[in-house]
C-alpha cells in the first residue's frame, strides 16, 4: 500500500528557505503514470497547490509562486522535495505531498507537517 | 486561473438526511472535476473524480454529477463519519485549483 511521509523542520525564520521532502514507500516514485505534487492549507483556510514533478524531472509551478519554488525528485531514495525561497508568516501552513494519478486526481496523501514562519 | 466557487458554505444536517454540495467553475472544465472530504487534523481524501466517478473504497452514497460549469457532490443518507469539509478541485488546467469548501455539521 503507497504511502507519502513529508519531513523536514516544522519553524522556519523569515526570509529564509522552507525545505521538505516527501518520501514514498511501498511504491515506485518513477511509476510512468504519476505525478508527485505539493499542496498547503493555512491554518483554517483553503487548499493551495504549490506544484508537482513527474519522476523524469520536469515540472510544473503555481504561477502565484513560481518564483520562490523548486521541486526536485530522487529516485534513488523515493523522494521529492520541496523548497520555498523568502519566506514570510503568509507561507505558514499545513504542507502536504501527494500523488496525482491518471484521473488527475490527488489520490493519495502524506499526513501533512505544519511550518510555521517566525522569528 | 479557473476559479472554483461553492454553495453553501456551511449547513447543518442529520443523520440519514441526503445532503446536495454545488460547486461551479468560472469557465468550462468539462468532467475534470474532482471532490475530496477533510476531516480535522487529517489530509483531504479523495472521493469522486472526473465529476461522477467513484474512488476506490468510497461508500456508494457518495455520488457526483454535471459537466461544464456546475457539479453537485450528493450525500445519499448522511453518516455520523461524514461529518466534515468537502472541497471540489479542476484539474482541467494547471494550476489546479480548489474550492474554498463546504463544512457539514451535525444539527
Known amino acids: 500500500q503507497l504511502q507519502l511521509q513529508e519531513s523536514g523542520p516544522g519553524l522556519v525564520k523569515p526570509s529564509e528557505t522552507l525545505s521538505l521532502t516527501c518520501t514514498v514507500s511501498?511504491?515506485?516514485?518513477?511509476?510512468?503514470?504519476?505525478?508527485w505534487g505539493w499542496i498547503r492549507q493555512p491554518p483554517g483556510k483553503g487548499l493551495e497547490w504549490i506544484g508537482s514533478?513527474?519522476?523524469?524531472?520536469?515540472?510544473y509551478y503555481n504561477p502565484s509562486l513560481k518564483s520562490r519554488v523548486t521541486i526536485s525528485v530522487d529516485t534513488s531514495k523515493n523522494q521529492f522535495s520541496l523548497k520555498l525561497s523568502s519566506v514570510t508568516a503568509a507561507d505558514t501552513a499545513v504542507y502536504y505531498c501527494?500523488?496525482?494519478?491518471?484521473?488527475?486526481?490527488?489520490?493519495?496523501w502524506g499526513q501533512g507537517t505544519m511550518v510555521t514562519v517566525s522569528s | 486561473d479557473i476559479q472554483m466557487t461553492q454553495s453553501p458554505s456551511s449547513l447543518s444536517a442529520s443523520v440519514g438526511d441526503r445532503v446536495t454540495i454545488t460547486c461551479r467553475a468560472s469557465?468550462?472544465?468539462?468532467?475534470?472535476l474532482n471532490w475530496y472530504q477533510q476531516k480535522p487534523g487529517k489530509a483531504p481524501k479523495l472521493l469522486i473524480y472526473?465529476?461522477?466517478s467513484l474512488q476506490s473504497g468510497v461508500p456508494s452514497r457518495f455520488s457526483g454529477s454535471g459537466s461544464g460549469t456546475d457539479f453537485t457532490l450528493t450525500i445519499s443518507s448522511l453518516q455520523p463519519e461524514d461529518f466534515a469539509t468537502y472541497y471540489c478541485?479542476?484539474?482541467?488546467?494547471?494550476?489546479?485549483?480548489f474550492g474554498p469548501g463546504t463544512k457539514v455539521d451535525i444539527k
Open positions: 501527494a500523488r496525482r494519478g491518471p484521473s488527475d486526481a490527488f489520490d493519495i
Open positions: 511501498g511504491g515506485s516514485i518513477s511509476s510512468s503514470s504519476y505525478y
Open positions: 514533478i513527474y519522476y523524469s524531472g520536469s515540472t
Open positions: 469557465q468550462s472544465i468539462s468532467s475534470y
Open positions: 472526473a465529476a461522477s
Open positions: 478541485q479542476q484539474s482541467y488546467s494547471t494550476p489546479p485549483t
